[in-house]
């Protein structure tokens, strides 16, 4: 798979993750199916729906700089980084994903694995 392709798949799930998260917020999807079913009360909803919105948003605009979809802001290197670090962050989530409490959370744990091996892909891509 090319890296644009790869590019276009992550910004597409991207848009979704948030769209969820947004629902969430507005209390279309109940937050007891998310968070690994640990979130006890609205208060503590608000706070992780509004960091995991805030944090998609980086990633999407890693994303959108890394292929050079938007003016860069930001150097490579610091793109690279941010990349590398929701890798991580995307294989550990797949982890936990699988320890969730709820079947519908463990199901993200594909989505999370499909996020892993996209940024993978556009991480080897080269740039110049």
Do not use: Q
């Not at 799930?13 to 947004?22: E, Q």
């Not at 938007?70 to 320890?99: A, D, H, Q, R």
């Not at 079947?103 to 989505?111: D, G, M, T, V, Y």
């Amino acid at each position: 798979m090319k890296p644009s392709i790869a590019i276009k798949m992550v910004l597409g799930i991207i848009i979704a993750v948030i769209l969820f998260h947004l629902c969430i917020l507005l209390k279309v999807i109940p937050y007891e199916i998310t968070w690994g079913g640990r979130l006890t009360n609205d208060t503590e909803m608000y706070i992780f729906e509004t960091f995991s919105i805030g944090l998609n948003l980086i990633l999407g605009l890693a994303v959108l700089i890394k292929g050079k979809l938007i003016k860069p802001f930001l150097s490579i290197k610091v793109v690279n980084v941010v990349l590398w670090i929701f890798l991580v962050l995307f294989v550990l989530n797949t982890v936990g994903n699988l320890f969730a409490k709820t079947n519908f959370e463990k199901a993200f744990s594909i989505l999370t694995l499909a996020l892993s091996v996209f940024l993978w892909m556009i991480l080897k891509k080269k740039t110049s």
